[in-house]
C-alpha cells in the first residue's frame, strides 16, 4: 500500500520562507507525478505546484515566482520551497502521488503566515 507523507510547515512570519517534503513509499514504481494543493477551512483544495516524472511542473498563479516544486534525489521525493510567504498562503498543504491511474493522498501538514 502506498503511503504519503508530508512534513515541514509550522508557523512563519510575512516574507519568510518554508521547505515542505512529501515521500511516497511502498511502491517499487516511480510516480507519474506529485504535487502540491492547499485547503483552508471553508474553501475549496486548489492546486499549488505539480511535477512530472520527467521534472515538468506547474504553478498556480498565486505562488508563480514565489514557490518552487523539485524532486528530490530519493525516489518519489518531492520538496515545496515557499518563499515571499504572505499570510494568504496560511492553509493545510497536501501531498499527492500518482502511480498509474491510482492516486494517493498524505493527511497534509499546516502552514501558518503571521501578519
Known amino acids: 500500500q502506498v503511503q504519503v507523507v508530508e512534513s515541514g510547515g509550522g508557523l512563519v512570519q510575512t516574507g519568510g520562507s518554508l521547505r515542505l517534503s512529501c515521500a511516497a513509499s511502498g511502491t517499487d514504481y516511480h510516480f507519474n507525478s506529485m504535487g502540491w494543493y492547499r485547503q483552508a477551512p471553508g474553501n475549496q483544495r486548489e492546486l499549488v505546484a505539480t511535477?512530472?516524472?520527467?521534472?515538468?511542473?506547474d504553478y498556480a498563479d498565486s505562488v508563480k515566482g514565489r514557490f518552487t516544486i523539485s524532486g528530490g534525489s530519493a525516489k518519489n521525493t518531492v520538496y515545496l520551497q515557499m518563499n515571499s510567504l504572505e499570510p494568504e498562503d496560511t492553509s493545510v498543504y497536501l501531498c499527492?502521488?500518482?502511480?498509474?491511474?491510482?492516486?494517493?493522498w498524505g493527511q497534509g501538514t499546516q502552514v501558518t503566515v503571521s501578519s
Open positions: 499527492n502521488a500518482k502511480f498509474g491511474q491510482r492516486t494517493y
Open positions: 511535477i512530472t516524472q520527467i521534472g515538468i511542473t
